[in-house]
Every structure is written in structure tokens, then in C-alpha cells.
């Protein structure tokens, strides 16, 4: 069981906005940056966000994070077929100096 | 464009050690952490540790005891080894450049790793 929270699933429309939360601790998101993965099915996890809402180069603005005490959130707005993936937030954990905790991944269906 | 890619066995016997390399273009080993992550079938990511230039490390702590990782600055490569292995261990094992704690910013495509007799 991960100690950062996410809901195993969400879904969506295409062009609705959907929203994925991402639940810790003060030792974790409470008190570090959020990170953000996409893993597109058989492939490697992507980064999709950094330092909270910042979005690295080539990644659409329709993906959008945010952070408020021990939670986090990625909003994608405009959905698309092609955003059908497992999300993943990170974080680190200042408990035993780390380690990195992942959530448990969200799994969203574009309906 | 940093590319990473990992290479080693893909099965290893229950008690064995697993052993897995990770090949590195386009930067330098001697800048940043560079880390291994694994993935059991069909579930989420798990942090296995990082490892940067002066050989130090950080490991998960549920790992700690049977993980080394290490630096080959003359191959630019990074490696893992994981000792005692079990079915458990089975995972798809990545590797990645950790840019700052929690801030992987290159992965390579993963390699499955299957513990079994």
C-alpha cells in the first residue's frame, strides 16, 4: 500500500476536463515538490510535470498540476484518445532521508 | 537528447543476485543522480535507490540491505545488483536520470526481469 494516495481510476470524454488527486503527508508532498508521470501502455513512465506545475518542453498545456498542503492534483483538460494512460505522482520523503514515493497510479479511461 | 538503456538478465534464479547495467548517452554520469525504479506486472512504480559521482548512494529502505549500486565513469554507465532475490523481485526494472529527488527527466525503455527456477 503506498503512503501517497491516488484513485485507482478516472475517466472521461473527449473535451472534458478531468482531474487526478494525489493525497501524502507532511513529510512527502507537505513538504516537497510533486511530480507528475504518464505511462502510455508497454512503454516507460514520462514526465509530465515538475516542481509542482511546471511543465517540461513539449508537453501540452492542457495538462496542468497543482499543490496545497499534503495534496496535489493534475487536471487535463481538452481530453483526448491519445491521453489514455496510468498517472503517477512522486514525491520525496523526508522520513529516513527518502525514499522517492510514488503513488499508486491512476488509471484514465477516455470514454 | 539523453538516452538511456538497460541490459542484463532476464531471469535469475530464487537466491540469486540480480545484476543489471544501465547505458548512458548524451550526458555525463558524473553530473546528477542516476537511479533504478522498478514495476511489478501490472502495478505501480517503486523507488529502488539512486547512485551519483563519488560513488554515493541513497537506497530504498526496504531494499537497503540487499541493493548495490555503482558508477562506471570510463563506460558511462551505472549498474544494480540485488541480492537474494524471490518472486517477489519480478519487475520490469528502469532506469533513469534523476535530476533532482523525485525528478526523473529520462528513462530507459525497461527491462522484465523474472525470478524463477
Known amino acids: 500500500q503506498s503512503v501517497v494516495t491516488q484513485p485507482p481510476s478516472a475517466s472521461g470524454t473527449p473535451g472534458q476536463r478531468v482531474t487526478i488527486s494525489c493525497s501524502g503527508s507532511s513529510s512527502n508532498i507537505g513538504s516537497n515538490a510533486v511530480y507528475w508521470y504518464q505511462q502510455l501502455p508497454g512503454t516507460a513512465p514520462k514526465l509530465l510535470i515538475y516542481n509542482n506545475n511546471q511543465r517540461p518542453s513539449g508537453v501540452p498545456d492542457r495538462f496542468s498540476g497543482s499543490k496545497s498542503g499534503t495534496s496535489a492534483s493534475l487536471a487535463i483538460s481538452g481530453l483526448q484518445s491519445d491521453d489514455e494512460a496510468d498517472y503517477f505522482c512522486?514525491?520525496?520523503?523526508?522520513?529516513?532521508?527518502?525514499?522517492?514515493?510514488f503513488g499508486g497510479g491512476t488509471k484514465l479511461t477516455v470514454l | 537528447q539523453v538516452q538511456l538503456q538497460e541490459s542484463g538478465p532476464g531471469l535469475v534464479k530464487p537466491s540469486e543476485t540480480l545484476s543489471l547495467t544501465c547505458s548512458v548517452s548524451?550526458?555525463?554520469?558524473?553530473?546528477?543522480?542516476w537511479s533504478w525504479i522498478r514495476q511489478p506486472p501490472g502495478k505501480g512504480l517503486e523507488w529502488i535507490g539512486y547512485v551519483y559521482y563519488g560513488e554515493r548512494t541513497n537506497y530504498h529502505p526496504s531494499l537497503r540491505s540487499r541493493v548495490t549500486m555503482s558508477l562506471d565513469t570510463s563506460k558511462n554507465q551505472f549498474s544494480l545488483k540485488l541480492s537474494s532475490v524471490t518472486a517477489a523481485d519480478t519487475a520490469v526494472y528502469y532506469c533513469a536520470r534523476e535530476r533532482n529527488l523525485g525528478y526523473f527527466d529520462f528513462w530507459g525503455q525497461g527491462t522484465l526481469v523474472t525470478v524463477s527456477s
Open positions: 548524451g550526458a555525463s554520469i558524473r553530473n546528477y543522480y
Open positions: 512522486a514525491a520525496w520523503d523526508d522520513s529516513l532521508n527518502g525514499p522517492v514515493v
